[in-house]
């Protein structure tokens, strides 16, 4: 990690510093997320486990996926499934994820490329490892974030964005010491190349060691940071923080955090995605892999993908749920399937 950087960070465009009069954002909390398991067995942390949705608010779920070094025969994705009402954006910063839906989307993301799903008003879509690396092994890291649509946008028809990772906006802390990556909306009025539905920053910055970050956030979203590995402190108030935790910010026009002097063995810098949103505040009634408005909303999702409106997995998929290619190991074949 990371999978995207630069050789001199000192060549690219500089974030200026907040106004003066800028409020530096107080930590409202820190989290640790919950270690689980989703889809066919692959690990996660749930970030966002425990926290209030009114200070999420537009995103609704994000798990930390690996960090992982899977064996032969380990590695793990999911089979299809159904989502309406939001949009998933799929970071993946080692490794490779293979992605089919029913709406026509679809293809490979590797080393600090990003799938981004409107789901709108529904699809199914299958997420798995390619096939060489369940067979080979190899290492797996990424993140998965859901972004609540608002109700007006909730039936929109879906859409898919394949963002690579070249195109992704880099830059500089004012000083050079930190190296930010703009995924999706906009910093400091550079835009990333990720189109958003609802109105949101997604931001991976790297803060080398003893460097303090200190960039202006907008004062209408709200502010998230999540420590995908390292530690430092964030916040005036100079909260701990470290791997697996998320820091909620309170309201302000600046936001701040630093790299603690020494990092482990594993982490040579302090790794943080910077998450930002305007809320949407409206009613949220979210089951499984449907975000609605009201629980009657809810059922109708269940009951339209039951009765198929939803899509149809196609005959012969170019993607294949992993459990799939494990078992043709174990009897003794070549998975022999390609791959998006």
């Known amino acids: 990690m990371p999978a995207v950087t630069v050789d001199n960070i000192l060549t690219l465009p500089r974030v200026t510093q907040p106004r003066p009069d800028a409020i530096s954002r107080p930590v409202l909390s820190v989290s640790t997320a919950p270690k689980s398991f989703e889809g066919e067995g692959f690990p996660v942390r749930r970030a966002f486990a425990g926290v ?3 200070r999420l608010d537009p995103f609704i779920h994000m798990d930390q996926m690996g960090e992982v070094e899977y064996a032969p025969g380990e590695a793990r994705g999911t089979s299809w499934h159904p989502h309406r009402g939001f949009e998933t954006v799929t970071y993946i910063i080692d490794g490779t994820f293979a992605h089919e ?3 026509g989307g679809g293809g490979l993301i590797t080393d600090g490329d ?6 709108g008003s529904g699809l199914l879509h299958i997420e798995a490892p390619p096939e060489e690396l369940v067979v080979g092994g190899g290492v797996f890291h990424g993140l998965q974030l859901w972004v609540n649509l608002p109700s007006h946008q909730k039936m929109s028809d879906p859409k898919y964005q394949d963002i690579r990772s070249g195109q992704v906006g880099l830059l500089s802390s004012h000083d050079g ?3 930010l990556r703009v995924i999706a909306g906009e910093l400091d009025g550079h835009q990333g190349p990720g189109m958003t ?3 949101i920053s997604m931001i991976h910055t790297t ?3 003893g460097a303090r970050m200190h960039i202006p956030w907008p004062e209408d979203f709200n502010g998230l940071a999540y420590v995908l590995s390292g530690r430092g402190v964030a916040g005036p108030e100079r909260r701990p923080i470290r791997e697996g935790q998320l820091a909620v910010f309170g309201s302000g026009g600046a936001l701040e955090i630093a790299a603690d002097d020494r990092q482990d063995s594993r982490s040579a810098s302090l790794e943080v995605i910077l998450l930002g949103g305007r809320p949407i505040r409206e009613p ?3 089951y499984g892999p449907f975000v609605m408005n009201t629980r009657e909303e809810l059922v109708t999702a269940f009951e339209d993908f039951q009765a198929g409106r939803l899509g149809v997995i196609p005959k012969t998929p170019k993607v294949r749920p992993a459990l799939e290619v494990v078992e043709a190991m174990e009897h003794g074949g070549h998975p022999g399937h390609d791959v998006l």
């Open 101 to 103: 839906d029913t709406h």
């Open 197 to 199: 539905t609802t109105p």
């Open 177 to 179: 010491g930190a190296l």
């Open 284 to 286: 949220v009634a979210a």
């Open 52 to 54: 209030d949705m009114a």
């Open 114 to 119: 990003t799938q981004w799903m409107t789901a």
């Open 207 to 209: 803060i080398a060691p």
